[in-house]
């Protein structure tokens, strides 16, 4: 049973365009929020992560918003390159990583 | 360079072989864990070690086994192959299991024809 649900599955956005990933959960006890970033053939990087008692995030064009109170949390990649295309997990953690089934974000120049 | 490295990158093998993958992280990360990502690119945990103790173990065939002969390397051993344990498989590490990033090695792509 997958512990994080992400969407959409895929989006594409062009250069310059903010793409969205929206993530919900149901486990209250996670206490860390990650976001992970794969290029094919490539391992899963760690990209920004928050904790619950934050609601906002920020480094450099990329922004997690967490919303504790409705359990959801969303990655906001701001002035889309297309070097950011690349499949994004949300994730979480209460002693393991549980990820998001991933989003595959193309950025179209 | 300090990483996770895992070996081999890409294995094909026959139903029915046995095989191992190994793991070794330089980071001085006390737990190290192993993933495997399906076809669909779903990322499901299946084992985790810390300090060389087995902490957790999803609900995986008794045919993989994890051994950790120190707490820098983590291996992974397959007995009797199937076509349904095709998937590439990623080492991890982390400090703790508290809430703190994975570092991920870049995966072996298993392949059981």
């Known amino acids: 049973q997958q512990q994080v649900k992400q969407s959409p599955q895929s989006l594409i956005v062009q250069k310059g365009g903010i793409s969205i990933i929206n993530c919900a959960y149901e486990?209250?006890?996670?206490?860390?929020f990650p976001w992970y970033q794969q290029f094919p053939g490539k391992g899963p990087a760690l990209l920004i992560a928050?904790?619950?008692?934050?609601s906002e995030k920020k480094e450099g064009r990329f922004t997690i918003s967490f919303n504790k109170s409705a359990k959801q949390f969303s990655l906001h990649i701001m002035d889309s390159q297309p070097g950011d295309s690349a499949t994004y997990f949300c994730?979480?953690?209460?002693?393991?990583?549980?990820f998001g089934a991933g989003t595959t974000v193309t950025v179209r120049a | 360079d300090t990483a996770v490295s895992q070996t081999p990158k890409y294995l094909v093998t026959q139903m029915g072989n046995d095989k191992s993958i190994k793991c070794e992280q330089n980071?001085?990360?006390?737990?190290m864990y192993w993933y495997k990502q399906d076809s669909k690119k779903f990322l499901k945990i299946m084992f985790s070690?810390?300090?060389?103790?087995?902490?957790i173990n999803e609900t995986v065939p008794n045919r993989f086994s994890p051994k950790s002969p120190d707490k820098a390397h983590l291996n992974l051993h397959i007995n009797s192959l199937e076509l349904g344990d095709s998937a590439v498989y990623f080492c991890?590490?982390?400090?703790?299991?508290?809430?703190?990033?994975?570092?991920f090695g870049s995966g072996t792509r298993l392949t059981v024809v």
């Open positions: 486990n209250t006890a996670f206490d860390y």
């Open positions: 994730a979480a953690t209460e002693h393991k990583l549980s």
């Open positions: 070690y810390n300090n060389k103790e087995l902490i």
């Open positions: 991890a590490s982390s400090q703790g299991t508290g809430p703190f990033g994975y570092t």
């Open positions: 928050i904790r619950p008692d934050v």
């Open positions: 980071l001085g990360h006390d737990t």
